[in-house]
């Protein structure tokens, strides 16, 4: 089992930052992709970056250039660093965690961008 956690969502104004965590707890060994997913309201889920346990990162391409999504081993965290944020980010921003059993999702966290 594996059990995700994000933080760091807000309201922040066009062009600003920030940065949103997720914390990973469990049979950790067993992810071997993370990454960060977001619905807007009447929109579907859609990626924004991966990661894969060996380093190799997709972004999808409307966030690339602005959004870096890194990890941290050791505090079992997937980061995702949004600059030049633009108002169509807002959304609620998920953390997945593809496992060899399943794949796993955290509870989201909002992020608001104002023009």
């Known amino acids: 089992q594996v059990h995700l956690v994000e933080s760091g969502g807000g309201l922040v104004q066009a062009w600003g930052s920030l940065r949103l965590s997720c914390v990973a707890s469990?049979?950790?060994?067993?992810?071997?992709?993370m990454g960060w997913y977001r619905q807007a309201p009447g929109k579907q889920r859609e990626l924004v970056a991966t990661?894969?346990?060996?380093?190799?990162?997709n972004y999808a391409d409307s966030v690339k250039g602005r959004f870096t999504i890194s990890r941290d081993n050791a505090k079992n965290t997937v980061y995702l660093q949004m600059n030049s944020l633009k108002p169509e980010d807002t959304a609620v921003y998920y953390c997945n965690a593809d496992a060899y059993d399943r794949d796993y999702w955290g509870q989201g966290t909002q992020v608001t961008v104002s023009s």
């Open positions: 469990g049979i950790i060994s067993s992810i071997h992709v």
């Open positions: 990661v894969t346990s060996g380093g190799r990162i």
